[in-house]
């Protein structure tokens, strides 16, 4: 159902975005793929995907990532980052830096790519992503987990805004993904305790995010202002 559908994904060369890409390929969608510092992990994904640098925290590089995009049905937004507080002097910078690259650059670039899909009256549907530490408290993660909360927050709002245009606007809070940036702490073991206990019954694979993901890209989806957990049940 994603035949011939222009679908931005930004971030999407990251561990959850190029699954995710990989799945959209495959249903014929016609994809713009931007990535920020690695370039070459956005290689991988050339022979499908249109590559294009942005950093989303730059309104000039958020516009010019648009205009590539002039039929835009979809747009994705992996970016983020965990913003670890290494010291209690560190806490202010580090939750700036998070606002600015887990919330205020993906709610700007939505409500700029709803803003075009309302200009030329196309139906669309965007999807944001926060994390587990935004629906459940996680000892530490004042700055990333706010941040993310912010962002599903502001989703909920534009998805209201949104609804009579049909432009569907939905969050995934993904759980303990064996890909992207928790790739080290799985293999460091900080997460061992999740399969111990019985959190939850294995990590999670890029792929069961992808399949969230396409199902909410999906035209006829009728769910929208949703915040939904891809976590093997870790939030509960
Ligand atoms: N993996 C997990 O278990 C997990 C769990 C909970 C939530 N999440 C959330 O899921 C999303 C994707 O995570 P991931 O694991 O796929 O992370 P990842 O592999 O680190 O990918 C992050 C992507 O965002 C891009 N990016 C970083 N800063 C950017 C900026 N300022 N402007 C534009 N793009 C920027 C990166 O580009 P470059 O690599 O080129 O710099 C990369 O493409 C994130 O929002 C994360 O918070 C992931």
Same mark, same amino acid.
Request: charged share 20%; aromatic share 6%.
């Given at each position: ?24 390929? !495959? ?53 983020g980052d965990p913003s670890r507080v ?13 606002? !600015? ?17 309302? !200009? ?80 939850v019954p294995r990590f999670g694979r890029? !792929? ?29």
């Amino acid at each position: 159902m994603l035949q011939g559908r222009e679908i931005v994904l930004v971030g999407g060369s990251g561990g959850l975005g190029s699954a995710s890409a990989r799945l959209l390929a !495959e249903d014929g969608a016609r994809l713009l793929v931007s990535y920020h510092r690695n370039a070459s992990r956005a290689e991988s994904l050339r022979s499908i995907a249109t590559l294009i640098e942005c950093d989303v925290t730059k309104a000039e590089d958020r516009t010019h990532l648009l205009d590539q995009a002039p039929g835009l049905y979809g747009l994705v937004v992996f970016t983020g980052d965990p913003s670890r507080v290494k010291s209690p002097a560190d806490f202010e910078a580090a939750a700036r830096h998070a606002q !600015e690259v887990n919330y205020l650059g993906p709610i700007s670039l939505a409500r700029q790519a709803a803003a075009r899909m309302q !200009e030329a009256k196309q139906e669309g549907a965007i999807v944001l992503f926060s994390t587990m530490q935004a629906v459940s408290l996680f000892s530490g993660s004042t700055a990333y987990a706010a941040a993310k909360a912010s962002l599903q927050h502001a989703a909920r709002v534009l998805a209201k805004e949104l609804r009579a245009a049909n432009i569907r606007v939905n969050c995934i809070a993904p759980g303990v993904t064996a890909a992207g940036m928790a790739e080290a702490s799985i293999a460091s073991g900080k997460y061992d305790h999740f399969l111990t206990s019985g959190i939850v019954p294995r990590f999670g694979r890029a !792929e069961d995010v992808a399949r969230v993901v396409r199902f909410l890209l999906t035209p006829d989806c009728y769910v929208t202002g949703q915040v939904i957990s891809v976590d093997g049940g870790a939030a509960l």
